[in-house]
Nanobody, 123 residues
Framework: QVQLVESGGGLVQPGGSLRLSCAVS????????MGWYRQAPGKERELVAS???????NYADSVKGRFTISRDNAKNTVYLQMNSLKPEDTAVYYC?????????????????WGQGTQVTVSS
């Protein structure tokens, strides 16, 4: 069983900051990719930022220069530092991880989602 546990959401005023965390637990061989998505009411879920095991990070244009994604491989944890928050950043933020697991001796990649954490930017 693999679980993604998120934390760090909440209510913040415009211009404020929040830091989201997502820890992956369970029987995994390695984590290939981690990312953060968000979904605002009435809108589709969209990619916010992603970070591979090695290589460059990727950001949505709307958050470039304000958000920073990072990961601690030793802790199987990904972070999203969100600065200069705007009301349009209000959404439920979901952690996503693509992991490699051995099931019945066969190595396969699986994708998992966190439960979501609410971020509300309002004065």
């Amino acid at each position: 069983q693999v679980q993604l546990v998120e934390s760090g959401g909440g209510l913040v005023q415009p211009g404020g900051s929040l830091r989201l965390s997502c820890a992956v637990s369970g029987s995994i061989a390695s984590i290939n990719y981690m990312g953060w998505y968000r979904q605002a009411p009435g809108k589709e879920r969209e990619l916010v930022a992603s970070i591979p095991t090695a290589g460059s990070t990727n950001y949505a244009d709307s958050v470039k220069g304000r958000f920073t994604i990072s990961r601690d491989n030793a802790k199987n944890t990904v972070y999203l530092q969100m600065n200069s928050l705007k009301p349009e950043d209000t959404a439920v933020y979901y952690c996503n991880a693509n992991v490699r697991r051995y099931v019945s001796g066969i190595s396969r990649n699986y994708q998992y989602w966190g439960q979501g954490t609410q971020v509300t930017v309002s004065s």
